[in-house]
Antibody
Framework: EVQLVESGGGLVQPGRSLRLSCTTSGFSFGDSAMSWVRQAPGKGLEWVGFIRSKAYGGTTEYAASVKGRFTISRDDFKSIAYLQMNSLKTEDTAMYYC?????????WGQGTLVTVSS | EIVMTQSPATLSVSPGERATLSCRASQSVSSNLAWYQQKPGQTPRLLIY???TRATGIPARFSGSGSGTEFTLTISSLQSEDFAVYYCQQYNNWPPWTFGQGTKVEIK
């Protein structure tokens, strides 16, 4: 069974940092691209970025709204994807999901809530 | 950035009736379009990819069509569990991938 579990969310002040984790099981993580998608409270879905598998260079792409502040990485030994979020803004408040895939997303976790507020 | 526009914002349908949801792209996305369902308090669920291919385990009452800039998600006979918000997403031109704002399907 494919499982994705996001963790690491919480309340953080503007300008601070937070690292989210996406712990996976049930599929070949090392062969999979992983993405991050967020959803502000009561709003729609927003693509944040993705990381390719090592076979495709493990490179990353980001939305303009987070580029330069957020970094996606992966640990293929632990089957975990990470989202390092720096210089957080109030508008980064959202539920963060780490779905599997690079274009469309076939498996999603339950998400982790990040609240940026003073 | 490609803008995805969904219509209507809310669709009121009686159980057993047909629902037709539309998604328009600001420029061609070929057939690189997906549809997701999200119920309140739940995670999004992939329904359709490649504009018309049902994802694993998705009932046949869900069908997708279209290409280029105009797409449709049809639910042939609405069941109680189908009342939810539906999002389209293009993955043709990146970055970024973009989603529509969603269509809420509610009970009439």
């Amino acid at each position: 069974e494919v499982q994705l579990v996001e963790s690491g969310g919480g309340l953080v002040q503007p300008g601070r940092s937070l690292r989210l984790s996406c712990t996976t099981s049930g599929f070949s993580f090392g062969d999979s691209a992983m993405s991050w998608v967020r959803q502000a409270p009561g709003k729609g879905l927003e693509w944040v970025g993705f990381i390719r598998s090592k076979a495709y260079g493990g490179t990353t792409e980001y939305a303009a709204s987070v580029k330069g502040r957020f970094t996606i990485s992966r640990d293929d030994f632990k089957s975990i994807a990470y989202l390092q979020m720096n210089s957080l803004k109030t508008e980064d408040t959202a539920m963060y999901y780490c779905p599997r895939g690079i274009d469309y997303f076939d498996y999603w976790g339950q998400g982790t809530l990040v609240t940026v507020s003073s | 950035e490609i803008v995805m526009t969904q219509s209507p914002a809310t669709l009121s349908v009686s159980p057993g009736e047909r629902a037709t949801l539309s998604c328009r792209a600001s420029q061609s996305v070929s057939s690189n379009l997906a549809w997701y369902q999200q119920k309140p308090g739940q995670t999004p669920r992939l329904l359709i990819y490649g504009a018309s291919t049902r994802a694993t385990g998705i009932p046949a009452r869900f069908s997708g069509s279209g290409s280029g800039t105009e797409f449709t998600l049809t639910i042939s006979s609405l069941q109680s569990e189908d009342f939810a918000v539906y999002y389209c997403q293009q993955y043709n031109n990146w970055p970024p991938w973009t989603f529509g704002q969603g269509t809420k399907v509610e009970i009439k």
